[in-house]
């Protein structure tokens, strides 16, 4: 049990572009799911939260407009980059958590490699 | 200094060897997680502990809450166990589930 996914696993997209990256829980419902991003070499670092049916919460130096975020239903979050820049190619990991409040269980989808030419 | 500090940085063994991964943190938390990341980046949550000891095959996952420590040890290793493995802690306080993030322990398990 507990299976996130994210779709695609690697796109490639020109600069300027937008992309779309989905995170679904294939078996639980996600009141909450979080973005994180992680450049070569470096540990992962959260870029939002997000919460079914409001607003996401961004992290400081995060631009709100660029990375638009969706979590409109209890099993689907979507992360889209918007104008990509090559500054932007990253892997793009979602996770999931079946409870708000204290939030303890999150379930890790397996990520997405973006690289903007 | 990172508010989790794992150790050590880099792991070669052979296979069948016991290995043991350590994890220190300063901040008070509500659950540690290990994880384990693959080359190919994608991620498996090994385990989930706020006290105790956990044990899923040939891994076991234990914690001080005291000493504000925990290890993952692999038990009879194997080329396959070799990936970086990552242990993040989910603290009190500040956004719900931030999860604070440890560099990896990158393991190298040799035939």
């Known amino acids: 049990g507990a299976v996130v996914s994210q779709h695609p696993s690697w796109v490639i997209c020109k600069s300027g572009t937008s992309v779309k990256i989905e995170c679904r829980s294939l078996d639980f419902q996600a009141t909450t799911m979080f973005w994180y991003r992680q450049f070569p070499k470096q540990s992962l670092m959260l870029m939002a939260t997000s919460n079914e049916g409001s607003k996401a919460t961004y992290e400081q130096g995060v631009e709100k407009d660029k990375f638009l975020i969706n979590h409109a239903s209890l099993t689907l979050s979507t992360l889209t980059v918007t104008s990509a820049h090559p500054e932007d190619s990253s892997f793009y990991i979602c996770s999931a958590s079946p409870r708000t409040g204290v939030v303890r269980e999150q379930y890790f989808g397996p990520g997405t490699r973006l690289t903007v030419t | 200094k990172n508010e989790v500090e794992q150790s050590p940085q880099n792991l070669t063994a052979q296979e069948g060897e016991f290995i043991t991964i350590n994890c220190s943190y300063s901040?008070?938390?509500?659950?540690l997680h290990w994880l384990q990341q693959h080359p190919g980046g994608g991620i498996v949550s090994l385990f989930m502990?706020?006290?105790g000891k956990k044990k899923h095959g040939r891994l076991i996952a234990t914690i001080n809450i005291q000493e504000k420590h925990s290890s993952l040890h692999i038990t009879a290793s194997h080329p396959r166990d070799s990936a970086v493995y990552i242990c993040a802690v989910d603290g009190y306080g500040g956004s719900q589930g931030n999860l604070i993030f440890g560099k990896g322990t990158k393991l190298s398990v040799k035939p």
């Open positions: 901040v008070g938390i509500s659950a």
């Open positions: 502990l706020s006290s």
